[in-house]
């Protein structure tokens, strides 16, 4: 940066070209607030940073950064790092939350900045939900974009799906709308290959769905009866409809107080999942479970989709986490075995705070009527591996821990990657296995015709 133009230089002309207050230099008031993560394992190290109001505000500063050839890169809520954007312009788009519901075509306009939870409260106030995921605290349009496998999954299939157009700013610092009529193949190209390395988009639509509740839950059973669970969960799948999608979980509950009582610093194998449909049917499904053996706690039961997130009950708060993931076609008593080995069967405590294996399919597996770039649909079963670590030494065991796993899993897994489930290095080692070898190389195509300078190289590694 230094050797094509002073920092100070660079921001002060910037500054002429923005609102006031939207361009940061590193030491300024906000600079260090603006540029974590929410994943407190990596930290962005930016030229500069800004923060736009709108489209027009971001067409501005990618061109102004194509000028001097700084790299840009892009964040909303701060989750799914790939790489950090070190020496790069940061765009942050926290800013940029608008979400306008219209109820009579069951559709969203959602900006880059908005979290599931304020496109949520405005679709359930009229009756519809979106196809969000476990958490409501992630930005809707980085997890739509990169595929989106929720709790209404089975039924009405990914998130990136239900796309209906995109606003983008290339990296010519042009503001397109890319839709199934207008820039076709950036459309087809940036839903499930998300717009970190083809530009940074502004804005999304969506569509909605008519759903105001769902029997949904958790059935937890003790840390011990893993295998039986998976045996029996395995035995439940072929009968089980689209209208319910669910998963197992190996869960060390963190011995803190944000964790109710009753499951603070405890282990559990937990049946999880929401179903579309009435509480009778869902009492049907259940049986399975409820006539097999009593759960501990028993936690099934009619929600609003409001409270979707209760569900999961991911962690709301930043901290330093590693995750991994594979997806999974056949639940093998092998399989079990090493999940629960690894989770559950450790000298002292595991560094595995979560296993999770979620069952793919329904409508998942058929694709849309305009295709897209997400791959992978053929894959029954999902697995999401996580670990929290407070320093540093402990971050790279639980990395090693984790390599461990897939390693050990490797025979039993069926090959490819969930990219919304990675982060950081093994995100860009891994990027390829996200898509067919076609969708790869058309990916890597469409990258080099729309950005041959590279401006967005914190993303995929596709140039």
């Known amino acids: 940066m230094t050797a094509l133009a002073p920092l100070t230089a660079f921001a002060d002309e910037l500054r002429k070209k923005l609102p006031a207050g939207a361009v940061l230099a590193p030491g300024e008031p906000g600079f260090d607030e603006h540029r974590l993560a929410w994943n407190l394992a990596f930290e962005h190290h930016p030229a500069v940073i800004v923060k ?43 800013d940029v939350d608008d979400v306008v519901v219209d109820p009579e075509n069951w559709t969203a306009r959602i900006g880059a900045g908005a979290k599931w939870q304020k496109v949520l409260d405005l ?11 476990s958490t409501p605290d992630v930005g809707a349009v980085g997890y739509t974009l990169g595929g989106g496998m929720g709790w209404l999954a089975r039924k009405y299939g990914l998130s990136a799906d239900h796309v209906r157009s995109i606003d983008i700013v290339t990296a010519d610092g042009v503001l397109r709308t890319a839709s199934p009529e207008s820039e076709s193949e950036l ?23 008519p759903v105001t509740s769902v029997y ?6 003790p840390a011990s009866m893993a295998r039986d669970v998976f045996a029996r969960y395995r035995e439940w799948l072929p009968a089980i409809p689209d209208e319910l999608t669910s998963s ?22 937990i049946v999880r999942g929401a179903f579309i449909g009435s509480d009778a049917e869902g009492e049907y499904l259940l049986r399975h479970w409820r006539r097999w053996r009593t759960p501990e706690l028993d936690m099934w039961g009619r929600i609003p989709m409001a409270e979707i997130a209760t569900v999961s009950n991911d962690p709301l708060d930043p ?3 590693v995750v991994t993931t ?7 008593d092998r399989l079990a075995d090493i999940l629960t080995r690894a989770v559950f069967e450790q000298d002292g405590p595991s560094p595995v705070l979560f296993a999770e294996l979620r069952h793919a399919g329904g409508a998942m597996a058929r694709a849309p009527e305009v295709p897209n770039a997400y791959g992978n649909r053929e894959r029954r079963h999902l697995l999401e591996a996580v670990g929290i670590g407070f320093d540093a030494a402990a971050m790279a065991r639980l990395e090693a821990f984790l390599g461990q796993l897939r390693a050990d899993l490797s025979s039993h897994v069926a090959g490819g990657a969930y990219l919304n489930f990675l982060e950081g290095d093994e995100k860009v080692r891994r990027a390829s296995e996200g898509f ?8 890597r195509a469409l990258k080099a015709e729309l950005d041959p300078g590279n401006v967005f190289r914190n993303g995929l590694p596709l140039g």
């Open 319 to 321: 901290m330093p986490a």
């Open 326 to 332: 594979e997806w999974v076609d056949d639940i093998t």
């Open 248 to 269: 197992v979980c190996l869960m060390n509950f963190p011995p803190i107080e944000d964790v109710p009582e009753i499951i603070r610093g405890r282990s559990f194998t």
């Open 52 to 94: 736009p109001t709108d489209g027009g505000d971001v067409a501005v500063a990618v061109g102004h950064a194509a000028e001097v050839g700084l790299a840009v890169a892009v964040q909303a809520t701060g989750h799914g790092v790939i790489r950090p954007a070190d020496g790069a312009m940061l765009i942050v788009m926290t």
């Open 216 to 221: 949904a839950g958790n059935l937890l059973y």
């Open 123 to 133: 679709a359930t106030a009229v009756g519809l939900a979106p196809l969000l995921g």
């Open 436 to 443: 067919d070898d076609a969708a790869w190389e058309r990916l």
């Open 187 to 209: 459309f087809w190209a940036l839903r499930g290959g998300g717009a970190g390395s083809l530009g940074v988009v502004t804005s999304i639509e969506i569509d909605l769905v």
